[in-house]
């Protein structure tokens, strides 16, 4: 065994692709010594590909409904329309909530809703999608909007009759900038068809990514972990993520995928069903930490922007991801619904104070950068003692 682990690690620090078969048996390993053979070697490669800087956001999350016609086996989130607890933004609502942002020095709003069949202007549900970025734009055009998942413009595209390319298009030329890599969940079908079966399958989720690619947007990617999902659908996921990134390069498209995002599975207060079945309520830090960095191992050469959750690992796991591969602490956020309501632990919003102070107490240099990783200069710093 100890062979195998070293030949497959020394391949990888030598960047060479390792296979399908080579990530799950790395996934398998339950050996401490073996464990941390995995995470040195993530942690070297994040080295090569990115550097020792550690990168943050400030953005802000505008889930602008969640009501949703769908019905998600770990979403604790939607609602029905008449139900208690149900809510759709106005647009002086969302418009304060962008000022506040702004005001707090954002640079990015996060927008995402449920699946609300009544969000139509004239009978349009792109209209509707529109207005929401443009009456955002209007009052404040230098905010990135990082918008609307696959599964939004399937919805979208399947309500007004119309193309994915022609979603993403009209939407780019109001002032999207780039597209969360959401409602992936796991790129596996039979395990979509058990957690969620209303969603789109594997193949729209690869195929909306691809268009968005092609037309000039860039976008995100992820992939919820913890749940049913086997060893070999996760590396499946990884493979489907770095073909996108493969097609988006060999083909000159003018974008890509720009960060890989694990999700952990949260089930505290998520529909029952899942939660039973998973048989616990709150990530294992030890799971996602080897996940996070056969992650960097698999898909470093392609995607080199690696990023925890510490909404659903906490602060202090997100931390220790940052030794097993990841690059980037992620943003913000100033206010997080989805994951807090299925019972996250992290918090719902994070201090720009708080994030630096995690990186710097990991003797590593804190970097400001916007959303699709261009750094923002004036708050670059540099290595400090603690």
Same mark, same amino acid.
């Given at each position: 065994?100890?062979?195998?682990?070293?030949?497959?690690?020394?391949?990888?620090? %030598?960047?060479?692709?390792i296979s399908r078969e080579q990530g799950e048996w790395l996934l398998t390993q339950t050996d401490t010594v073996a464990k941390e053979a995995i995470k040195e070697t993530a942690d070297q490669?994040?080295?090569?590909?990115?550097?020792?800087?550690?990168? !943050?956001?400030?953005?802000?999350?505008?889930?602008?409904?969640?009501?949703?016609?769908?019905?998600?086996?770990?979403?604790?989130?939607?609602?029905?329309? =008449?139900?208690?607890?149900?809510?759709?933004?106005?647009?002086?609502?969302?418009?304060?909530?962008?000022?506040?942002?702004?005001?707090?020095?954002?640079?990015?709003?996060?927008?995402? @809703?449920?699946?609300?069949?009544?969000?139509?202007?004239?009978?349009?549900?792109?209209?509707? !999608?529109?207005?929401?970025?443009?009456?955002?734009?209007?009052?404040?055009?230098?905010?990135?909007?990082?918008?609307?998942?696959?599964?939004?413009? %399937?919805?979208?595209?399947?309500?007004?009759?119309?193309?994915?390319?022609?979603?993403?298009?009209?939407?780019?030329?109001?002032?999207?900038?780039?597209?969360?890599?959401?409602?992936?969940?796991?790129?596996?079908?039979?395990?979509?068809?058990?957690?969620?079966?209303?969603?789109?399958?594997?193949?729209?989720?690869?195929?909306?990514?691809?268009?968005?690619?092609?037309?000039?947007?860039?976008?995100?990617?992820?992939?919820?972990?913890?749940?049913?999902?086997?060893?070999?659908?996760?590396?499946?996921?990884?493979? %489907?993520?770095?073909?996108?990134?493969?097609?988006?390069?060999?083909?000159?498209?003018?974008?890509?995928?720009?960060?890989?995002i694990l999700l952990p599975f949260v089930g505290e207060d998520a529909p029952q069903p899942l939660r039973q079945r998973v048989g616990r309520d709150q990530p294992v830090l030890e799971d996602a930490l080897l996940l996070t960095a056969v992650a960097r191992i698999y898909l470093g050469n392609w995607i080199t922007n690696h990023q925890p959750s510490w909404v659903k690992l906490?602060?202090?796991?997100?931390?220790?991801?940052?030794?097993? @591969?990841?690059?980037?602490? @992620?943003?913000?956020?100033?206010?997080?619904?989805?994951?807090?309501?299925?019972?996250?632990?992290?918090?719902?919003?994070?201090?720009?104070?708080?994030?630096?102070?995690?990186?710097?107490?990991? @003797?590593?240099? !804190?970097?400001?950068?916007?959303?699709?990783? =261009?750094?923002?200069?004036?708050?670059?710093?540099?290595?400090?003692?603690?």
């Amino acid at each position: 065994m100890a062979k195998q682990l070293d030949a497959i690690l020394q391949q990888a620090q %030598q960047q060479e692709p390792i296979s399908r078969e080579q990530g799950e048996w790395l996934l398998t390993q339950t050996d401490t010594v073996a464990k941390e053979a995995i995470k040195e070697t993530a942690d070297q490669l994040r080295q090569k590909q990115v550097g020792e800087t550690v990168t !943050y956001v400030i953005n802000r999350n505008i889930n602008f409904t969640n009501i949703c016609e769908q019905h998600c086996s770990f979403c604790a989130f939607r609602r029905d329309a =008449e139900s208690e607890g149900a809510y759709w933004l106005n647009w002086e609502e969302i418009l304060d909530k962008t000022a506040d942002a702004v005001q707090r020095g954002a640079t990015e709003i996060c927008m995402q @809703g449920g699946l609300n069949p009544q969000a139509k202007i004239n009978g349009s549900t792109l209209a509707y !999608y529109q207005q929401l970025v443009t009456t955002i734009k209007a009052a404040f055009p230098d905010i990135h909007l990082h918008g609307f998942s696959p599964q939004e413009i %399937q919805f979208i595209a399947r309500e007004d009759e119309i193309s994915y390319e022609t979603v993403i298009g009209e939407l780019k030329a109001v002032g999207v900038g780039s597209m969360p890599g959401t409602a992936a969940e796991i790129l596996d079908d039979r395990a979509r068809k058990i957690i969620c079966p209303e969603k789109i399958n594997t193949q729209t989720w690869l195929d909306i990514i691809s268009t968005a690619h092609r037309v000039g947007m860039p976008t995100t990617s992820t992939m919820l972990s913890g749940h049913i999902e086997t060893p070999a659908q996760q590396i499946h996921h990884f493979q %489907q993520l770095r073909s996108l990134q493969e097609k988006a390069i060999q083909n000159n498209y003018p974008a890509g995928i720009t960060e890989f995002i694990l999700l952990p599975f949260v089930g505290e207060d998520a529909p029952q069903p899942l939660r039973q079945r998973v048989g616990r309520d709150q990530p294992v830090l030890e799971d996602a930490l080897l996940l996070t960095a056969v992650a960097r191992i698999y898909l470093g050469n392609w995607i080199t922007n690696h990023q925890p959750s510490w909404v659903k690992l906490g602060l202090a796991g997100a931390k220790e991801a940052l030794k097993w @591969g990841c690059n980037d602490i @992620g943003g913000t956020l100033m206010e997080e619904h989805i994951t807090t309501m299925a019972g996250a632990k992290g918090g719902t919003g994070m201090a720009v104070s708080d994030l630096q102070n995690a990186i710097r107490q990991m @003797g590593r240099p !804190y970097q400001q950068r916007n959303t699709i990783y =261009e750094p923002i200069v004036q708050n670059a710093n540099t290595l400090e003692k603690v």
